[in-house]
């Protein structure tokens, strides 16, 4: 039996990759940092299956320690303060765990269990003003928020490691992926919320930012496959991942104000409060590598995705 150890674990990505490890007979061990309240909401049903560590990115000691006692065979570094917005207003600790936290993570790894093999969740935000279309491995990276620029360190630092010291480290550059169990303050569950709610008597309106922004996304379910086969390759890699399909904001409310039954242009309203002091216009993935080596494509479109999004806030708001 392999055994993975996966930061974030509670996280959406983390949630979806410790049921799909499950299933393919792993030992899956989650890492949490220590809190007063246990929000284990979206793995309550896996809670019984895994093991939980408590520990730190910001503590080094901390994840030397799991590491040298779970050994693990894989690890997978999901956990991040991964809301772009609130890289700007805490910018400082989005560096230290987004950023050094990867470090931390690469230097326990190298100290406890240098032959396990490392996963970093890197992002399509590192593109940021994008210079290229569609956005591959070898495009230049240009971020354009605190966010992207930790993910950037978060990326170089796991290639470094990979080069320096012969780790098996490597990076996901995964574009927005989507669920059911995606957080609140994300525009894609902001909209399928509020569309709930609005269905339902519950609020009349949905204040959002740029309706022009265009985004790649696909299925978070899909996404976490794509990072286990990365780690299954006799050489480490990094890919980029994605479906090579773009869609506005205004599109993605369309889908889901209309699958609801409503017209998106009664209830949407903009707000200069939530446009970003510099914009990411555009992002679109060219996920051939991972089709080419990893034999990966996803399997659920946008509208499939924007509708199991609706439906199910729709049955939460209802129970």
């Not at 007063?36 to 901390?62: C, G, K, M, N």
């Not at 690890?75 to 910018?91: G, H, M, R």
């Not at 269990?113 to 399509?124: D, E, G, I, L, V």
Request: include cysteine.
């Amino acid at each position: 039996m392999s055994t993975a150890l996966i930061t974030g674990i509670t996280g959406q990505d983390g949630s979806y990759l410790a049921e799909f490890l499950l299933a393919k007979g792993y030992r899956v061990v989650g890492i949490v940092r220590r809190s007063s309240t246990t929000p284990y909401e979206r793995i309550e049903q896996l809670i019984d299956r895994v093991e939980i560590f408590s520990a730190d990115l910001l503590d080094q000691t901390s994840l030397v320690d799991v590491m040298d006692a779970v050994k693990p065979d894989e690890i997978y570094n999901l956990a991040a303060q991964s809301f772009v917005a609130t890289s700007w207003t805490q910018p400082v600790l989005t560096g230290e765990f987004t950023a050094l936290g990867v470090t931390r993570m690469l230097e326990a790894m190298k100290r406890a269990c240098p032959k396990a093999r490392f996963y970093q969740a890197s992002s399509s935000e590192m593109f940021g003003m994008v210079q290229e279309t569609p956005q591959r491995e070898t495009t230049p990276l240009y971020p354009r928020s605190p966010y992207g620029v930790a993910k950037v360190y978060g990326h170089w630092i796991t290639v470094n490691y990979r080069e320096s010291f012969g780790l098996y480290a490597v990076s996901g550059i995964l574009f927005n992926h989507e669920s059911p169990r995606r957080g609140l303050e994300f525009v894609t569950r902001k909209v399928t919320d509020a569309v709930a709610r609005i269905k339902l008597g519950r609020a009349n309106e949905v204040r959002l930012g740029n309706l022009a922004a265009r985004r790649d996304w696909g299925y978070a379910g899909d996404y976490v496959d794509a990072m286990w086969r990365m780690l299954q390759q006799d050489e480490p890699s990094d890919f980029v991942i994605g479906t090579g399909h773009t869609w506005t904001v205004q599109q993605l409310c369309e889908v889901a104000f209309s699958h609801a039954g409503l017209d998106w242009k009664e209830y949407v309203k903009t707000d200069a409060q939530f446009l970003r002091p510099a914009e990411v216009e555009l992002l679109v993935a060219d996920p051939s590598k991972a089709k080419r080596e990893l034999n990966w494509e996803p399997s659920v479109d946008f509208h499939h995705l924007v509708r199991m999004m609706v439906d199910a806030d729709l049955t939460r708001h209802r129970a």
